[in-house]
């Protein structure tokens, strides 16, 4: 497996309540290692196993909930 680590611009971070959703969705999505989201630079910091999701499958995720990953 490849483990990646990357950290990308969200669109759509407005709150501490976002933080948190954008935190819990994608910590239970398969594939996702580690999540943190940090809400002054509107970006979230990913590790994934890419042979699990791709960046285009979690940007997906991302938009069912409201946001937009930028890559
Ligand atoms: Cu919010």
């Given amino acids: 497996m490849t483990i ?3 950290s990308y611009p969200v ?5 501490a309540s976002c ?3 954008i ?4 910590n239970k999505t ?3 290692i580690n999540v943190g989201v940090n809400f002054a630079s509107e ?12 960046l285009t499958e979690l940007a997906n995720v991302l938009k069912k ?4 990953l930028i890559t």
């Fill in 11 to 15: 669109l759509g971070i407005e709150c």
């Fill in 65 to 68: 909930i409201g946001y937009e």
């Fill in 19 to 21: 933080v948190k959703k």
């Fill in 4 to 6: 990646l680590k990357e």
């Fill in 43 to 54: 970006k979230v910091l990913v590790e994934y196993d890419d042979e699990k999701i791709s």
């Fill in 23 to 26: 935190e819990s969705v994608l």
């Fill in 30 to 32: 398969e594939g996702v």
